[in-house]
C-alpha cells in the first residue's frame, strides 16, 4: 500500500490506514521536521473544515490541478474523463456526484479547495502523512520526501516547495505514486479502474452512482 494523499476521501483512507502501513521516518533537519509538522497542520484543517487553513498547506501549482479538476468535472465528455489517470479521475467523479453545477461554476482552483475542505469532503482522521515518508531532502527551498511502502522506500517521490516562508506540499507531484496504488489495488480486488472508482465514491458519499456520472454537468 502506499502513502495516503490529502485528497483521498474517508473509505480510500480508511482502507490504507487499515494496512498499517504508515511508519515513522527517522532523523529529520530542522526544515524536514517543518515540513511534518505542516503535514500534520494539514490533516487539522481537513478535520476541522478549515479551508483556508487548508489552503496554506498546498503548493499554488496544486490550484491549477484543483482547476483542472473542477472544469473536468463540468465540462468534459464521458471519452475524456475515462481517459484520465485514476486519482484525478476519482476527484472529477467525485466532483460531480456531490456538487452542483451552480456551485462549481463561480469557483475558481483555490475556492475549489477551500469549499471541498469547509464541506468535510476529506474530514478522514489522521491520514498519517507525517510519517508516509522515509528520507526528506532539502535543497533550499524545495525539498522532496521518499515515499515508503510496506514501511520500505520506493521509488517515488513527493515535491515540497517553501513559499511566503511556509514550507507547502505540491500535490501535483503525488500522481503517478497514486495512479498506480489505485491500479494495484483494483488488480487486487479483481475490477476494472473504473469500477473501483465509482464503488469507493459509493461508499463513501452514501449515494448509488448512475452511468450519467461519466456525461458532462454543463454541456458546451
Partial sequence: MHAIP?????FLALCIAAAGILLGAGCDNKDAQAIRA???????AN????GRLAKECVTKSSDAQYESI??????????TVRAL???IKHQVLMTRNRASAPQLEVLTGEDYLVWTTNEGWFAN????????FGKITVKGDSATGVVLQDGKPTGDRVSFMK?????RIDETSMGQHLDQWYRDLAKFEGMSVDDLLIFIEE???GREISNSIWQPMIRK
Avoid: C, F, I
Fill in 125 to 132: 482522521g489522521d491520514s498519517g502523512w507525517s510519517t508516509s
Fill in 163 to 167: 513559499e511566503d516562508g511556509r514550507w
Fill in 6 to 10: 490529502r485528497r483521498l476521501p474517508t
Fill in 47 to 50: 478535520n476541522s473544515k478549515n
Fill in 38 to 44: 505542516m503535514l500534520v497542520q494539514y490533516d487539522a
Fill in 203 to 205: 461508499e463513501d458519499s
Fill in 70 to 79: 473542477r472544469r473536468h468535472a463540468l465540462y468534459s465528455d464521458e471519452r
Fill in 85 to 87: 489517470g485514476p486519482y
